[in-house]
């Protein structure tokens, strides 16, 4: 068996090197300063637009804005080419503060720091809603963005309490976080997704030496790890347990083509959430495990020569199927990092820079325009026809960390990945 894996890891190696090599057309200099010039230019159309929706959407509906703390704070998408807002109890509620703490970061600009303040404190009431599994989302790309830049103590009693709260949805039996409630299709179900959010837990740890959120963290990446994923390391997207018993009842999906099927941005979340456990736990099986799904994401038989995926690996209607940027966004700012940590590190920056720049190239808005999103084409759930082919706030949010992590890269600059760096 060991000579087998080792056979099949020398293969991958060689595969991912020569498709490396043929993406070094794609792989040009990336002009940094003027991309983030773009992006600070649709940020600026989009916080001209959020106060205009507000009133629009009070105006239609009647409400008291911040009425029973449903306040809408941030924008997620565009329906029917308007735009569409969330309260911070949306998953995709704290992007937006991360994106102007990522312009900030790279501009220094004091306008951008008092924006990205001012919709970071809208997130703060979701500290304790221990009703969602998205803390990471909504408050590490929000307060832990913050932090990492600023040092602002607050922000650190926040990630710590969201922390808490995060830990309060943990199994032991099943040794895994639950995604959501009140759905009749899963008695207890946990989604890829989720690692992700295990991010806040382990920089919880970092920054108090509980270690109690760690050990929830790894028993959540390993549980996973062992039943999300099938031989070839693609993943299922909604697994659900058993909780008296920790067995897996039923390995579903909700928004990929098929039970059956890779749905792209999973992948994504997958390759991501398991190269950031490395980081935390220098693990070798996570960064194994990294790189597994990193070759089944890029050898893939229908993995596209412009380097975004289609919604999905496995819909048989491919080509004539819509793409994916935010997964793209996703896998690029995750193949950045893996590139610090792997022997194949070379290759997965070579693959990051052609997804980067087929983004930059193909995707983005055109200035002024898709009320200051940046990237178009993306796809939230195709089988629900909800989000298709349409902006998303948290493919700006992973295309402008891809599009920080690579400068950096290429500076040879440390990429501050963790809240004591």
């Not at 190696?13 to 040009?28: D, H, M, P, V, Y």
Request: proline share 3%; glycine share 6%.
């Amino acid at each position: 068996m060991d000579k087998l894996n080792g056979m099949k890891e020398k293969i991958i190696s060689i595969i991912i090197f020569l498709f490396a090599g043929t993406a070094k057309c794609f792989a040009q200099d990336i002009q940094f300063s003027r991309i983030l010039a773009d992006a600070e230019k649709q940020a600026n159309v989009m916080l001209a637009e959020i106060p205009k929706a507000k009133l629009a959407h009070s105006q239609a509906t009647a409400a008291t804005p911040g009425s029973e703390g449903q306040e809408l704070v941030s924008a997620r998408t565009l329906d029917s080419g308007k735009l569409k807002l969330v309260s911070s109890r949306d998953w995709t509620s704290g992007f937006f503060a991360g994106e102007l703490w990522f312009l900030y970061e790279s501009t220094g600009k004091a306008e951008w720091r008092t924006e990205a303040e001012k919709y970071t404190a809208k997130m703060e009431r979701e500290k304790t809603n221990g009703g969602t599994h998205d803390m990471g989302f909504k408050i590490y790309c929000s307060f832990g963005n913050g932090y990492r830049i600023t040092k602002d103590p607050h922000y650190k009693e926040v990630i710590i309490q969201s922390a808490r709260t995060l830990a309060t949805r943990f199994n032991p039996k099943a040794g895994v976080i639950k995604s959501w409630d009140n759905r009749a299709r899963w008695k207890y179900p946990v989604i890829i997704d989720n690692m992700m959010n295990l991010e806040l837990l382990f920089a919880a740890t970092q920054l108090t030496g509980d270690s109690s959120f760690y050990k929830i963290a790894v028993s959540h990446a390993d549980a996973t790890m062992r039943n999300h994923f099938r031989g070839n390391f693609s993943s299922f997207h909604v697994l659900d347990y058993d909780t008296a018993t920790g067995k897996v009842l039923q390995r579903t999906t909700h928004q990929g083509y098929s039970d059956a099927s890779a749905w792209s941005r999973g992948q994504a979340w997958g390759l991501y959430g398991f190269t950031m456990c490395y980081r935390f736990t220098k693990d070798k099986r996570y960064l194994q495990q990294a790189e597994n799904i990193a070759a089944f994401m890029t050898l893939h038989k229908n993995f596209p020569k412009d380097f975004v995926p289609y919604y999905d690996y496995d819909d048989p209607a491919i080509p004539n199927v819509v793409k994916d940027a935010s997964a793209a966004a996703v896998m690029a700012s995750a193949l950045y990092e893996l590139s610090l940590y792997s022997k194949k590190g070379a290759s997965y920056k070579k693959i990051a820079d052609a997804i980067l720049r087929s983004l930059t190239k193909n995707y983005r808005s055109v200035e002024g325009e898709n009320k200051g999103f940046i990237l178009l084409h993306s796809t939230g759930s195709k089988p629900s026809n909800s989000e298709v082919d349409v902006p998303l706030t948290y493919a700006d949010y992973y295309y402008l960390e891809a599009l920080l992590r690579a400068k950096k890269l290429n500076e040879k600059k440390n990429l501050g990945l963790t809240p004591t760096q």
